[in-house]
């Protein structure tokens, strides 16, 4: 489900003075291999304030940090602390050769890594608050930037992870969106996400995850995937009626009467109504519950 593993800096010589025998290539490789493997959170830690941390260091690990939100869309998470010399530490104990400064060597000020306790050369605690702050902004515009384009199953993945006891940092930001909210929603009241057999019909009930208010003209706009969903008169029809108080046998009854001649064969209606609903419900816009 996860790997978890401790990138700390984009820089190499950041991370021998680390002592963690890793490459700065070794980390992206890290990620390509496991992005190939299908998992559904790859998470890297990332430290601020460490030794001979500098502007131009932070700016590789930035550099770096975008790099692999990019090469792992919808995977790759990361989060951001401070350095924490804790005693026993060969940076504790010799933090000169670190080039960094205790400012807090008891921890009074907050917890472990949520707080300035050192700064490197050159930097003060501010720089170090601005640089998280930063650090967390980049993060945050480049995976917004990469929803729209984001594949609909690992969207749906990330959304249904709580269901593993997991809370990744893309399922957080996917459900600011009304949409992407109201269907983890319904999903987590029971509701499913597709039915097969035209049989299901008269005991499932469609219910649209969108305000139907939000369709100006039979379009709907959806900003978080910046797409525009055009409706036909008919279409509208079914995502009126997927209101969640009816069931699809009803829809089909009553679309069967308003758009299609006298005769026509009713498994016609109802595979076209059922493969319709399927696609919206591909799409995030739909659920079904089931009549009670």
Same mark, same amino acid.
């Given at each position: ?30 990620? @390509? ?8 959170? +790859? *998470? ?14 932070? @700016?590789? #690990? ?6 692999? +939100?990019?090469?792992? =869309?919808?995977?790759?998470? &990361?989060?951001?602390? *401070? ?6 530490? @060969? ?15 008891? *921890?009074? #000020? ?8 050192? &700064? =490197?050369?050159?930097? #003060? ?12 902004? +980049? ?11 984001? =594949?609909?199953?690992?969207?749906? !993945? ?20 009304? +949409? ?10 029971? &509701?499913?996400?597709?039915? #097969?057999?035209? @049989? ?7 219910? !649209? ?52 001649? =006298? ?6 209606? !109802? ?22």
């Amino acid at each position: 489900v996860r790997v978890q593993f401790g990138a700390e800096s984009g820089n190499q010589e950041v991370l021998d003075m680390y002592n963690k025998k890793i490459s700065v290539k070794q980390i992206t490789e890290a990620v @390509d291999i496991l992005f190939n493997t299908n998992i559904l959170s +790859i *998470f890297a830690n990332f430290i601020i304030g460490g030794p001979l941390e500098t502007r131009e260091t932070f @700016d590789k #690990t930035l550099m770096m940090v975008e790099d692999l +939100i990019i090469r792992a =869309p919808g995977v790759f998470e &990361c989060n951001s602390s *401070f350095l924490s010399p804790y005693l026993g530490t @060969d940076i504790r104990k010799n933090f000169n050769k670190y080039k960094i400064r205790l400012v807090d060597q008891d *921890f009074k #000020t907050a917890s472990s890594d949520s707080y300035v306790f050192a &700064c =490197p050369e050159g930097l #003060t605690k501010n720089d170090l608050l601005k640089m998280k702050n930063e650090f967390t902004d +980049i993060v945050n515009k480049t995976m917004i930037k990469l929803i729209p384009n984001l =594949p609909n199953e690992i969207i749906k !993945r990330q959304l249904e992870s709580t269901f593993l006891g997991l809370v990744t940092n893309w399922g957080t930001l996917l459900i600011k969106d009304k +949409i992407y909210s109201r269907w983890m929603q319904l999903r987590r009241s029971g &509701c499913q996400s597709s039915i #097969t057999s035209v @049989d299901d019909q008269n005991i499932f009930i469609p219910i !649209r995850t969108f305000q139907i208010d939000l369709v100006i003209d039979s379009v709907l706009f959806w900003e978080s995937r910046q797409v525009w969903i055009t409706f036909s008169e008919f279409e509208f029809f079914l995502i009126e009626h997927a209101s969640g108080k009816i069931t699809m046998e009803e829809i089909i009854q009553m679309a069967g009467n308003v758009y299609f001649s =006298p005769g026509t064969d009713l498994s016609v209606i !109802r595979n076209k109504i059922l493969n319709y609903y399927n696609e919206l419900a591909g799409e995030f816009l739909l659920l079904y519950k089931r009549f009670c």
